[in-house]
């Protein structure tokens, strides 16, 4: 076999595992390895028909499905490289991926096909492949029906780009993040080794698999391994819980507010979770009533940290460790080194604060098209900077003090807020506008905007919601817009946000 990468992956779980089922999705949906295997080798044939060649991209705008998982595979058995979409976004933001990723093929759920037509009124599409049939369009199942199975025969090799993952940009626009071969396998067998990941596990995907996190550590990790996802097309918790009984399921990856979502729910005193036994949380810290509220039910979290440029294992807290080491995002993953660093890029000792940074085979190789801002992210000795600052206990655990990147975690969402300020510039009546995260009982946090206006102009949460709808995903519109008089600034005229959030997100 010419695939050393994750093109390879379920023809050799075809051959260990072939009835071992791979995917449960809906009422009664059910994939085994085998089958799994060979609707990807006949998606990939459905793509080289289409035109995708080695190095092409592959677009995908879509829910949780077993279509996700078949256009993934066969994108990369055929050397071409995999960008999912993010499905909350505005048109102007998937024009954006679509443009920058020059993807030549765009596979989407049918569901998409008003948020696309938006797109195509203003920008050109590429040709684009339903993932179910209707409206006289051929879509993948039919396609694949005529389609034999069989590797491509493509030679891949690890360091060849697998994904581009589009992350918030602190400058306006998302980058897009190249990810390896190399970089998605030493995420999952992170995972496998740190959360001990076993080909018993069932898996219930909760999250959007077009979150690198959903992607990188979770469903990756359990098909290496053998073990079974329970695919949902959206978090709802009562449904969530119903699938952890009747699935059995061992596995459950989320945010905090998907977990209070679900402690919250009135079916989760009578839920059957004996089967569970690993909780990964990312994103932000997981409050104490909600630690409690599991540990009530005899679940604890592992906890972690990572981002997007490291596919995205970063740190993790093993699940004994999460009261001891309560506030700690944890441990260097099993493959990964992090240090702290002065600016000097001197490591720092224990208790001392400085900026967090990572070195492993789970790195990104770059920014797609942003050879500038990729030279900026690593040290001279190729660390690849976070921009996070923190520190390291006696005991090696990292905490985090800070993000120096000003970047807002709204429920498990990363918003960068220039690419909010950028359009609120264009606001009418707004002379200039900061962007803060503002502390949230639901979702952690909420973007806030702090704004001044024009002589004569009147400026509220509303108008400014209704400018940027269809503009920005909702999550990013501030929730509030406060009118002040000035903004404060350094002599240099940036203005800090350190004394907009002392002032209103205390």
Not at 30 to 38: G, P
């Amino acid at each position: 076999m010419n695939d050393q990468g994750l093109g390879g992956w379920l023809a050799r779980r075809r051959l260990r595992s072939p009835d071992k089922a791979a995917l449960l999705h809906g009422e009664d949906g059910r994939l085994t390895y085998k089958e799994l295997a060979d609707a990807t080798e006949r998606a990939a044939a459905v793509l080289a028909s289409q035109g995708v060649s080695r190095g092409d991209r592959v677009a995908y705008l879509g829910e949780n499905s077993p279509g996700f998982i078949i256009a993934l595979f066969a994108t990369v058995q055929l050397g071409a490289v995999f960008v999912p979409i993010n499905t909350r976004l505005a048109p102007p933001e998937v024009a954006h991926i679509l443009r920058d990723s020059a993807a030549s093929l765009l596979v989407h759920d049918v569901e998409f096909d008003e948020r696309l037509a938006a797109v195509a009124a203003e920008h050109a599409l590429p040709p684009s492949l339903p993932t179910t049939d209707g409206d006289g369009r051929p879509g993948f199942p039919s396609l694949m029906r005529d389609a034999a199975p069989g590797l491509p025969g493509v030679r891949v090799a690890p360091a060849d780009p697998a994904a581009i993952v589009y992350t918030s940009g602190t400058t306006g626009r998302p980058k897009g993040a190249i990810l390896t071969h190399q970089n998605l396998t030493f995420v999952s067998l992170n995972c496998i080794i740190d959360y001990d990941v076993t080909s018993h596990d069932v898996a219930l995907m909760i999250s959007p698999l077009f979150h690198v996190a959903s992607l990188g550590m979770g469903a990756l990790p359990v098909l290496l391994q053998g073990g079974t996802l329970v695919l949902e097309k959206g978090f709802e918790p009562g449904a969530a819980l119903r699938q952890i009984q009747r699935h059995r399921v061992t596995m459950l990856s989320g945010v905090p507010t998907t977990y209070m979502m679900m402690a919250d729910h009135p079916d989760w005193a009578t839920t059957d979770l004996s089967s569970l036994d690993k909780l990964t949380c990312g994103g932000s810290a997981v409050p104490t009533r909600i630690l409690t509220a599991y540990e009530e039910r005899g679940l604890a979290f592992a906890q972690g940290y990572g981002m997007t440029e490291t596919a995205p294992g970063g740190t993790s807290v093993p699940p004994a460790m999460s009261r001891e080491k309560q506030g700690s995002v944890g441990l260097p993953q099993f493959f990964l080194d992090v240090r702290v660093a002065d600016e000097d890029g001197r490591t720092l000792p224990a208790g001392e604060v400085g900026e967090v940074q990572v070195s492993g085979p789970n790195v990104f190789a770059g920014y797609l098209n942003l050879p500038e801002a990729t030279a900026a992210a690593f040290t001279a000795d190729g660390w690849f900077r976070s921009g996070d600052l923190g520190y390291v206990d006696a005991d090696g655990y990292l905490f985090i003090s800070g993000r120096s990147k000003d970047m807002i975690i709204s429920g498990g969402e990363n918003i960068y807020p220039a690419e909010v300020e950028n359009l609120l510039a264009d606001v009418p009546g707004v002379a200039a506008a900061a962007v803060i995260g503002v502390p949230d009982d639901r979702w952690g946090e909420v973007p806030w905007a702090v704004v001044t206006v024009a002589p004569g102009a009147a400026v509220d949460t509303t108008t400014v919601a209704a400018f940027l709808d269809g503009k920005l995903a909702r999550y990013k519109i501030p929730k509030r817009v406060v009118v002040v008089d000035e903004l404060p600034r350094t002599a240099s005229g940036k203005v800090l946000k350190a004394e907009l959030r002392e002032r209103f997100a205390a």
